[in-house]
């Protein structure tokens, strides 16, 4: 009978913790997938589209993550297949530099102007 | 003085504009990457669609020729409208054509290839469509070119035509 107790415990426990660790790995899926762009619909994410390549994407997600690759590992796969662009936030490097950098400068020369401006009416 | 530069500058600003949206107005709303550096083919196992057994890539891409891999369902319909071409790039003997059978009802599959000729020398099952993101694709009919030190060297999005047939004998003469 206390074999059976002990039994039923370990057995609650394992089944407890594996279902914690799916919670977890569905939540990581999620997350990715929703960074990524469904290259053959226009404006959706992998997440949002029931396209056949966003499925696939999803599998091939999926079984990247119980490969145990973490999410830097499956978009650098998914961009040495379709480039930078499948990504929603790209990387910053020699072809993006300007992306991610413009509304920076856009934003110091603004704050410049209106800086110069205000200045000015004090005087 | 100031109006007038001010009016130059919107002037400026709107013809600016007015280009980036004309010019943007002729572009294809489809994206094709560029394929920048030679990229090896993926390693693979994948089931044989008339034996139904698991072949492994390094065995289907052995010898030492030109590969052309063509994503293909029966569903599809523009893969109907290249199929004669692929008959056509079937005949050449310096390169294989490699079929990939894309989430595909067997008998559907097999049925199609029974009514419209076989032009591959060898057909893998990717029901999962997994394969074809290994190799890069974004659905059916996709082609690639493996050159001789099997690296993936072109890519063509959609059904080819008889420009992109006339292109290809010239990659693989």
Known sequence: MKILKIFIIVFLVTGFFELKSEE??????????????????????????????????????????????NEEEIYD???????DWVIYNPQLNKNTYILW????LLFFLGGAIIYKKTLKKKK | MKNKLNLFIIIVFLSFCFVIFYKGLNNSNTYTPKISNKKDIPIFESKDFNSNVYLNSKKIFEDDIFY?????????LPCRTEHPLLMELSKNNSSKLI?????????????????????????????EGILSVEFGAY?????????????IIRKFVGPINKEIVEQIKLIIK
């Open chain 1, 101 to 104: 950098l413009l509304p920076l």
């Open chain 2, 139 to 151: 659905g059916v009919p996709e082609t690639f070119i493996i050159d001789k030190n099997k690296k």
């Open chain 2, 99 to 127: 079929g990939l059978n894309y989430k595909d009802n067997l008998n559907n599959a097999k049925k199609f290839i029974n009514e419209f000729g076989n032009p591959y020398s060898q057909i893998l099952i990717d029901n």
């Open chain 2, 68 to 76: 052309i891999v063509n994503i293909w369902a029966s569903w599809c």
């Open chain 1, 77 to 83: 796969f998914l961009r040495e297949k379709y480039g």
């Open chain 1, 24 to 69: 977890k790995n569905n939540e990581l899926k999620n997350e990715i997938l929703k960074n990524i762009r469904c290259l053959i619909c226009q404006g959706q994410s992998v997440y949002d589209s029931e396209s056949d390549f966003a499925s696939s994407i999803k599998l091939i997600v999926d079984k990247k993550i119980n490969k145990g690759l």
